[in-house]
């Protein structure tokens, strides 16, 4: 019956405590590798939470530090207002010199290190208006908002003179008329359009409105007008248009002051150029009421004496155009002057309220406008 292979119990014996053996060892050595993982987390956290620590005493030492330095305002007059110019490209350390010497805040480390924690920064240039002895809080939140700027207001319509934009430059805070006129007498600020010999500026500044700061003076204000002239004149290739003419943009510039003394109205501009360029090639006199006006001075109604008085700027008297423009002008008018209307007229007579002319070819037709604009109260 042996023979029949029944298995021997000594030999399931040692199979199942081999396999126990090696059970217990790969326990072991998982184990191990758990300790040891857990030991390195747990070495990492330890890491972590020293490194927070550190930092977090370092943020109260630098508070600390700031406190003590301008947390809190200095022992000057408060109520005391200080104005300071910060320059564009000033760092933050340099605003906080400036503020320190201007005794806004009382230390410029504190200025810097609290800028610094609070990611203040960089401000804008221009002008603040701070109160003296502030704490850097309250220093880097007024800076923070941007400078106080102030402007003034000039507002320069089209058709004014020299003499009538100095009146407007006059009329602005901390500024005067005479000394406008005087920086315009000197020379020192002249058009690029402006020929050789001529010492008149007289239209060649742009009418616009204009936002005078309190860092610009009547030379500053004189040379922002003249360049915005350039600008445009530029920008409308007026330029090159006059050369194909045969023409300067200077001489542009003063027939189109003549055709704005006359208009009211912009589609009329091209028909009184077109009159004007008529009368220019027969010979005529351009007999234009805006140069008569020109050389009294004033807007007023016009009289005998104007009509008689002798000179360049009567073209009752002196044949082609004045010597100089007479007023600014606009960019309508520009164009006019060098796109005239190809008509047969030589005359025009205001004839409606709104500022419309009515034009004539003879001069019968034109005494007959004239009549009718005044029996309907026009004129």
């Given at each position: 019956m042996n023979d029949s292979g029944i298995d021997s119990p000594t030999d399931g014996n040692e199979s199942s405590g081999a396999r126990g053996v090696y059970?217990?060892?790969?326990?072991?050595?998982?184990?191990?590798v758990a300790v040891a993982g857990g030991g390195a987390k747990k070495g990492r956290k330890k890491t972590l939470v020293a490194f927070a620590i550190l930092l977090a005493a370092l943020l109260v030492f630098a508070l600390l530090c700031v406190s003590m330095l301008g947390l809190t305002a200095g022992s000057g007059s408060a109520n005391k207002r200080v104005v300071v110019n910060v320059k564009s490209g000033s760092s933050v350390s340099e605003i906080g010199s400036q503020l320190t010497r201007a005794n806004v805040v009382p230390n410029a480390l504190a200025f810097r290190i609290y800028s610094r924690i609070t990611s203040a920064g960089p401000f804008q240039a221009g002008k603040y208006e701070l109160n003296e002895s502030q704490s850097v809080p309250s220093?880097?939140?007024?800076?923070?908002?941007?400078?106080?700027?102030?402007?003034?207001?000039?507002?320069?319509p089209p058709g004014l003179t020299i003499a009538e934009i100095a009146q407007r430059?006059?009329?602005?805070?901390?500024?005067?008329?005479?000394?406008?006129?005087?920086?315009?007498?000197?020379?020192?600020?002249?058009?690029?359009?402006?020929?050789?010999?001529?010492?008149?500026?007289?239209?060649?500044t742009w009418p616009d409105t204009y936002y005078i700061s309190e860092q610009e003076d009547e030379a500053a204000v004189l040379k922002r007008i003249v360049d915005r002239f350039d600008s445009e004149i530029l920008r409308?290739?007026?330029?090159?248009?006059?050369?194909?003419?045969?023409?300067?943009?200077?001489?542009?510039?003063?027939?189109?002051?003549?055709?704005?003394?006359?208009?009211?109205?912009?589609?009329d501009r091209p028909l009184i150029?077109?009159?004007i360029a008529n009368r220019m090639r027969l010979g005529m006199l351009l007999q234009i009421d805006a140069t008569l006006l020109y050389a009294r001075g004033d807007r007023g109604p016009l009289t005998s004496e104007d009509f008689a008085r002798p000179g360049p700027y009567n073209s009752y008297k002196s044949l082609g155009l004045p010597p100089t423009p007479i007023m600014t002008v606009t960019a309508p008018s520009l164009i006019a002057a060098l796109t005239p209307s190809k008509i047969p007229y030589l005359y025009y007579v205001l004839y409606e309220k709104n500022g419309k002319h009515k034009f004539a070819t003879t001069y019968e037709e034109h005494l007959a406008n004239i009549a009718d604009a005044r029996r309907r109260g026009v004129l």
């Open positions: 059970g217990d060892v790969q326990r072991d050595v998982e184990g191990e220093a880097i939140k007024a800076l923070s908002r941007g400078p106080k700027i102030s402007y003034r207001i000039l507002a320069l430059v006059g009329s602005l805070r901390s500024m005067s008329s005479a000394k406008f006129l005087e920086v315009v007498a000197s020379g020192s600020i002249r058009s690029k359009y402006q020929p050789e010999g001529i010492a008149s500026l007289e239209g060649l409308m290739k007026i330029g090159e248009q006059a050369s194909a003419q045969g023409k300067s943009v200077y001489e542009v510039t003063t027939l189109a002051s003549l055709i704005q003394g006359e208009s009211r109205l912009d589609e150029s077109g009159v």
